[in-house]
């Protein structure tokens, strides 16, 4: 898993697969941020927790490349981002088997800047009557990617951005563990840019 913060996407699908839920094993976690909840999260649950520092890396090429570089050793059938903030070049091995949660309905509120609560001040500001979440397949844009599963939660009158984060998280907590599973279970086949299962 790729993270860039607090851990509470990763928690959520640690917690999934030791219950069961999920038929799979976090097998590492890599941190684009030092000092991050999530390596704190990962070395609880005695997973191998990655520093591949973004700012230490001068561009985007050259950062994919030292995130590919630590991947490798670990083999991973699927590579789940849960709130990693920072963009890389997926290599060609790993196409379709990328996978990223957003706190939206993408296209609506999401891309370059669009994390954590900016998303909620978002949606917020423009009044929309409904948000949600998206679990999609990662191509090299910012949350962008054949969408795999979307729920719409309501916007609230007296909504803030907290409160409706919160909504918001409770969705993102049955999402992505849910197309996990079906990943896992070989049901997704992506198709013209889309995907079905
Ligand atoms: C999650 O809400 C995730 O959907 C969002 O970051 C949060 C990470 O929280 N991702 C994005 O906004 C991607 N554009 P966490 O660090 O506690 O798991």
Request: with cysteine; charged share 15%.
């Amino acid at each position: 898993m790729l993270l860039s913060g607090g851990g509470t996407t990763l928690q959520n699908i640690l917690d999934c697969c030791q219950s069961g839920r999920i038929d799979a094993r976090v097998i590492a976690v890599v941190s684009s941020r030092p000092g991050v909840g999530g390596l704190a999260r990962a070395e609880r649950a005695g997973v191998p927790a990655l520093l591949v520092e973004r700012k230490a890396h001068p561009d985007t090429p050259a950062f994919s490349a030292a995130l590919a570089a630590a991947l490798a050793p670990h083999k991973p059938d699927l590579v789940c981002m849960a709130g990693f903030m920072s963009l890389w070049t997926i290599p060609e091995e790993y196409q379709g088997r990328v996978m990223n949660i957003h706190p939206a309905l993408i296209p609506a509120f999401c891309g370059h800047g669009f994390y954590g609560h900016h998303v909620h001040e978002a949606v917020l500001a423009a009044g929309a009557k409904v948000s949600g979440a998206t679990v999609h397949f990662a191509d090299n844009q910012y949350d962008h990617g054949p969408i795999i599963l979307q729920r719409a939660v309501p916007v609230l009158e007296g909504d803030t951005p907290d409160s409706l984060a919160a909504r918001v998280h409770c969705v993102e907590n049955e999402l992505y563990p849910e197309a996990i599973q079906l990943f896992a279970e070989g049901r997704l086949v992506i198709e013209a840019g889309a995907c079905a299962f």
